[in-house]
């Protein structure tokens, strides 16, 4: 019997796939799901993990972070952000092109899955860029990027502007079925912004982006995907009516999937008072209004799937003058319990719910075999303890970087076991 | 170091922080302090023997040379650092400007920066007085204390009267202090400029909008015109300076609207003949020239206090003239 073989015994397993939610064993051999059930005997040589009073969830998905390597391995390495995934619960990870050099070319790809598998820790998926260099002007080479390994097409970073270069990019990508993701944001509109405009930029005289230039782009997004029929993924929503605009679409049968973060989920634009860098993402944490209807986007399905948009900065990079200071987040690491703490134990969303947005949706939504327990998957699984207490400290992060808003949060709920095809990469 | 309850605390970094008794208690240790100016040898010891370092990142001639002659005045030791020629241009990052600072021991720093919040960002890391002297589009607050002191000497009060400011309000870290300071000092005031130069959300500051500047002039007792910054044009803001003359220029022909007792402020440098005429910069309702003068004494007034001086000790605090 293999090493990778681990009976889980006595937990709760939630599985949105089957619709289960109930006290039972799981059987991982050789890296791979065998059984769900009751009273399942463990193998020779199988590790048994007694699972009483925990969550055994499939290992969760997060199709949104950065990585930095190659080009800013002092922010983050790809093995470090592994392990920062797999300490948060995450069995797999999808790295967002816009590295140095953007990873718009088989080599790159290749050299982004391989540095994943070296690490041993989280799988990690390269996503390839939509244009070349991430410049907007012409389509990489979508079919050999697929071919190395890409799962996914973005410029995340930046958006793609050129109406017909997404035309292009939607069709193309239809003969691999892969989804274009895209950061809805039309640069014009939000020329200059580095915070949400409205009544706290107004008074801190910084410089606004209006929800209007991520409405146009998501509302473009839409109807360019309808024309094409190509399956259009948006990435992190924060407006309201851009909720409202993917909620329509989908009644009309577009094939759209869409992401809510936890920050836009839990904050508004009044945690930038104090000029506090760490609040600064893109987009930009917007109103209560906006962030109800994210949260309500995000419990009625419209918005999916949950990713963090993880995105480490080094702490200098982070120590200046808001406008200077790099747009974004870490948020690997405390996503589940950030989750587990605002949504499930608030009594909002239940555990089947926040597993389909965690695990089962992105894993649909990027075409990975993640995201579920039946028979045959990969031995993914992600062990919670969901009493376990536990504070914030950026200190104690994996990730190279420190940059959280959410320093100093009590939160109830946090991986402790931490399962890639049947190998303990994570253990509490 | 004892003070009253209505001293500055630490730093200056905004009007919007300030209480409407720490406002006054500013404006009424300027006024003894204006005499200084006056005097054949403009000197008294107040700060004798410390060190202040005007850490100007953005250009700037006049909000410097007023910051400099108010330290002098006072007696202090200054250095001058500019965007140009400073570590700041080989890529030194502010929070190692304000280490390297704080290693010197100096006891205050004026800054001037181009980012909002980057007084606030240096007064909390370094344990010397911090004065904004202009951060990005934030607050300037110097500026508008200089402007409530002279509409005060005008009209003797502040309260009660109608105060519009006219221009790029979007831009403008002169426009957010001057609204803070005179809502908190009972003044109504009022925006008017280009849609595209007044930000969203104004209103909810508790501010009036014109669109016409002929109505904010009939309206008001003072306007205070900004300069239009002419990279605005460039960056689209407004169609063009001719334009924008006819349309918001603050004009001899639209002062006819004005009341008798009617003050124009304009805290420079101005664009003649865009927002403002040159017969109306020189004219019988401009106070331009009696800012700058109040800017002198303002500057020396917040330099006192935020070095422990007391606003009731500001009359003896001058007669101890040195030279």
């Keep these: 019997m293999s090493a990778r073989t681990i009976l889980f015994q006595g937990g709760r397993i939630v599985d949105p796939s089957q619709g289960l939610d109930g006290v039972l064993d799981l059987l991982v051999v050789s890296g791979k799901v065998a059984k769900v059930g009751k009273g399942l005997e463990a193998p020779e040589n199988a590790r048994v993990v007694s699972c009483e009073a925990r969550l055994v969830l499939p290992g969760l998905v997060d199709v949104h972070v950065h990585l930095r390597e190659p080009g800013a391995e002092h922010k983050e390495t790809i093995a470090s952000g592994a392990r920062a995934a797999v300490a948060g619960g995450f069995t797999s990870i999808c790295a967002m092109p816009n590295t140095d050099p953007v990873i718009d070319s088989p080599a790159t790809v290749g050299f982004v899955a391989a540095a994943g598998r070296e690490a041993g820790l989280a799988r990690v998926y390269p996503v390839g860029a939509i244009s070349v260099g991430q410049r907007g002007e012409q389509l990489t080479e979508i079919g050999e990027l697929v071919e190395a390994g890409a799962v996914a097409i973005t410029d995340d970073g930046s958006p793609v502007m050129d109406s017909g270069l997404m035309r292009m990019a939607l069709e193309y990508s239809r003969a691999f079925d892969i989804p274009v993701a895209d950061h809805p944001e039309d640069m014009g509109l939000s020329r200059g912004g580095v915070m949400n405009e409205g009544l706290v930029s107004a008074r801190l005289g910084l410089q606004g982006k209006p929800n209007a230039s991520e409405d146009v782009h998501i509302a473009r997004d839409l109807l360019v995907a309808e024309l094409t029929g190509g399956h259009i993924h948006l990435q992190h929503v924060s407006t309201r009516l851009g909720v409202d605009l993917i909620r329509r679409a989908k009644a009309r049968g577009v094939r759209v999937t869409a992401e809510a973060t936890p920050h836009h989920l839990l904050l508004t634009e009044t945690s930038v008072e104090g000029y506090r860098t760490d609040a600064k993402m893109n987009p930009p944490l917007r109103t209560e209004a906006d962030r109800a209807a994210v949260e309500e986007g995000f419990l009625d399905g419209t918005l999916d799937t949950l990713a963090t948009d993880h995105a480490p900065h080094h702490y200098d990079e982070k120590e200046q003058a808001f406008d200077d200071a790099p747009f974004g987040i870490v948020g690997l690491e405390t996503a589940l319990g950030l989750l587990l703490t605002h949504f499930v134990e608030a009594g909002k969303l239940d555990l089947l719910a926040l597993v389909e947005r965690m695990s089962l949706n992105p894993a649909r939504a990027f075409g990975l075999k993640a995201g579920t327990l039946a028979d045959g998957a990969p031995g993914d699984v992600t062990v919670v303890d969901p009493e376990l207490e536990w504070t914030v400290d950026p200190t104690a992060f994996h990730s190279k970087s420190r940059n959280t808003p959410f320093k100093g949060q009590v939160l109830r709920g946090r991986a402790v076991l931490t399962v890639v095809a049947g190998r303990v990469v994570h253990e509490l | ?323």
């Design chain 2, 1 to 323: 170091m004892n003070r009253t309850a209505s001293s500055l605390g630490k730093d200056l970094v905004g009007i919007e922080g300030l209480s409407a008794d720490q406002i006054v208690s500013i404006l009424d240790t300027a006024e003894p302090f204006k005499e200084i100016s006056e005097r054949r040898i403009k000197k008294v010891p107040v700060l004798r023997g410390k060190t202040i370092v005007n850490l100007f990142l953005e250009p700037s001639t006049r909000t410097r040379i007023s910051f400099e002659f108010a330290e002098k005045r006072l007696s202090a030791d200054t250095v001058n650092i500019t965007a140009t020629g400073s570590s700041v241009v080989k890529g030194e990052t502010l929070v190692d400007t304000a280490r390297n600072l704080e290693a010197m021991r100096i006891d205050m720093v004026v800054i001037r920066h181009g980012s909002s919040g980057a007084a606030r960002f240096l007064a909390e890391r370094i344990p010397s007085n911090v004065v904004n002297a202009g951060d990005g589009s934030h607050e300037h607050p110097t500026q508008a204390l200089l402007d409530l002191l002279t509409i005060r000497d005008h009209f003797g009060k502040i309260e009660g009267l109608k105060v519009c400011i006219i221009g790029d309000i979007l831009h403008s870290r002169v426009a957010r202090s001057n609204i803070f300071g005179l809502l908190k000092l009972g003044a109504e005031v009022a925006v008017c400029g280009p849609m595209t130069l007044l930000p969203t959300g104004i209103d909810a500051l508790g501010v009036h909008v014109f669109r016409r500047v002929e109505e904010a002039i009939e309206w008001a007792n003072v306007v205070n015109v900004l300069r239009l910054q002419l990279e605005r044009m460039k960056a689209g803001f407004v169609p063009s300076l001719r334009e924008y003359n006819r349309i918001y220029g603050v004009s001899t022909a639209r002062l006819k609207k004005a009341g008798p007792d009617f003050l124009v402020l304009h805290p420079g440098p101005m664009n003649r003949g865009v927002e403002i005429d040159s017969d109306v910069a020189d004219g019988p309702h401009s106070v331009i020239l009696r800012q700058v003068t109040n800017g002198v004494a303002v500057r020396m007034a917040v330099l006192y206090l935020l070095a422990g001086g007391m606003p009731e000790q500001a009359e003896a605090a001058k007669q101890g003239d040195v030279g």
